[in-house]
T-cell receptor, first 113, second 114 residues
Framework: GAVVSQHPSWVICKSGTSVKIECRSLDFQATTMFWYRQFPKQSLMLMATSNEGSKATYEQGVEKDKFLINHASLTLSTLTVTSAHPEDSSFYIC?????????FGPGTRLLVL | GDSVTQMEGPVTLSEEAFLTINCTYTATGYPSLFWYVQYPGEGLQLLLK?????DKGSNKGFEATYRKETTSFHLEKGSVQVSDSAVYFC?????????????FGAGTILRVKS
């Protein structure tokens, strides 16, 4: 089946630094990937839709300059949290679309101190 | 806007017990409905889906029926196993296969004891 990986699985960083999270489709090519954020005991919230070779589409309320998305190849999308602050601490999950279905990565837990 | 509400967990059951996880939704159109499952350390996996009213999705002994009149999509299983312990997410999408924006519920933790 379609497999999506994320790296790193968890990261701790200091406030003010930037953190990059990678999302890879391992056995298929994905022109579209999605980035979600999940707070404890809350829903996964779609942050943005990442399209290979073009700009990402951000959901209302998501700062595009804060959460930089790059989808430079058909198997890789990256999310960079710039100048991270403690309120950015969360669980970030990506998915990749294959034949109309989304396949999810295992998530990345970010803790900003 | 569209939203999904599911019962809070954790739900703790003994092996072979009957499972129900409630899910209700609010949507402006006619969405497709999904249940996803997340096992420890893994990504969300599609468990089952239904694309129109009265459809029943089923997989691995789990079932859910799309009830338009009650805007519900409750997940059921007649006899749970320890291996069913996971987090279950109810979701909706305007896309039949869920390939576009998914709106998720908060997730329900299921713990099955032997």
């Amino acid at each position: 089946g379609a497999v999506v990986s994320q790296h790193p699985s968890w990261v701790i960083c200091k406030s003010g630094t930037s953190v990059k999270i990678e999302c890879r489709s391992l056995d298929f090519q994905a022109t579209t990937m999605f980035w979600y954020r999940q707070f404890p005991k809350q829903s996964l919230m779609l942050m943005a839709t990442s399209n290979e070779g073009s700009k990402a589409t951000y959901e209302q309320g998501v700062e595009k300059d804060k959460f930089l998305i790059n989808h430079a190849s058909l198997t890789l999308s990256t999310l960079t949290v710039t100048s991270a602050h403690p309120e950015d601490s969360s669980f970030y999950i990506c998915s990749a679309r294959d034949s109309g279905t989304q396949y999810f990565g295992p998530g990345t837990r970010l803790l900003v101190l | 806007g569209d939203s999904v509400t599911q019962m809070e967990g954790p739900v703790t059951l003994s092996e072979e017990a009957f499972l129900t996880i409630n899910c209700t939704y609010t949507a402006t159109g006619y969405p497709s409905l999904f249940w996803y499952v997340q096992y420890p350390g893994e990504g969300l996996q599609l468990l089952l889906k239904a694309t129109k009213a009265d459809d029943k999705g089923s997989n691995k002994g789990f079932e859910a029926t799309y009830r338009k009149e009650t805007t519900s999509f409750h997940l059921e299983k007649g006899s749970v196993q320890v291996s069913d312990s996971a987090v279950y997410f109810c979701a909706l999408s305007v896309s039949p296969e869920g390939g576009n924006k998914l709106v998720f519920g908060a997730g329900t933790i299921l713990r099955v004891k032997s």
